[in-house]
């Protein structure tokens, strides 16, 4: 049974938001225009997102503001269409994930998971963001200005993540395609079992994972390096080094002993 | 666009790869005509300020033809039509924009019928589109019951 809270909300609220029971937008939004503002102060997560697909589905409202937003966890998901959404404060975890389409600017820091699946799309952090930034992205730009932490872009399938500051270990397992741009310092296990993509750092990696090696860079990465600093404005470091995966686990080289055993 | 959904159309094979003709059962003018994908716009039609997703689609072949991935279906769009060389991945994009902006990816057709939640249909590929998924209904087979204890 999930506890629901009777609190001076305008609905009840779950704390553990196991259940978001009001299903209804709260129609709060002050829209002037193309623009709306949202005050999230004393909104439940769900409400919050039902304000906004209220508003840039429904309304057609192009570019939305939330205020106050507390750190709530898994804000501005499932957007499927083109808006700009700023959000003012700090996010919780799994915050803009599941999008495709929305540019979304964060102004505060993130929790884990950011952006985790998305499509397609744009999302800007100015301070840092969590572990597993990225997870399993499919397309996009993700863009963090500080420094994120362990399992940046785990499975990710695509798109480019950019990283102003350090990221911690495992940068990259299991990666499948996309670019990864890391400005700062990687932790250990870089890339570790990754099966395409490439990634991009500018200052030092603690330590390689299992078939991540080094790549020399070419015209075309320094083309796409200058093209994101530049629609970020970001300042790009002078130097960075490339790894990719070394395709020596896309095939067995060696034979189990219970394999052997079978085969011989 | 959606209406011209109809489920009879599709033609499955029991092949090992499913392309976008099996599902929709037809092709398109787009696969085969260069010059109705020319005005298509891709930085206009992304979000950001440059292809965004569309970085990672690139000209691939299905059946020897080059194809490319409709990553909304899950199958492959055959492109039929002579390619400039040098611009594969351009018109591979450009093919794959207008299918999804016409509402002929098969993915699409099934939100038209099957979506749970409203939402815009042709997503963020073109303003201003139908929303779909704001009635939806569980299907319901007709002449089947309920097995008893249930």
Redesign the interface.
Known sequence: MVAVNETSRTGRYDVRGLAEPDAEAPKTARIDGDSAVVDAADLSTRQINLEL?RLV??E?ISEVTVTNPGAKHSIAV?L???CRITVDGSLGYFACTLG????IHVTGRVGWSLAENM????VVVDKNAGSLTGAAM????LVVRGHVGARTGIDQK???ILVGGNTGSMTGFMMQ??RQIICGNAGPGLGDSMYDGEIYVAGTVASLGVDCVEEEMTPRDDELLD?KFR?YRMDRPERFRKFVCGKQLYNYDTLEPSERKLVL | MSDLFDLSDRKLSTRQGIDTEELTGKTFPYQFDATLVDDVDLDAATPGDDINWLEDVHLMSEDGIPAVFDRYTNAFLKIHFPIPEGREDEYARKVLIKHLQEGNSYGIWLKYRHAKFAQPELGSWLAGSPTVGENWRPPVLEGWEPPAGH
Do not use: A, F, K, Q
Not at chain 1, 119 to 122: D, I, K, L, T
Not at chain 1, 138 to 141: E, F, K, Q, T, V
């Open positions: 697909r589905y429904g057609g499932g499927l269409t083109r495709d389409g929305p540019e499509m397609s799309g744009v499919r397309g996009g730009d695509g798109g480019t395609r996309g093209r629609i």
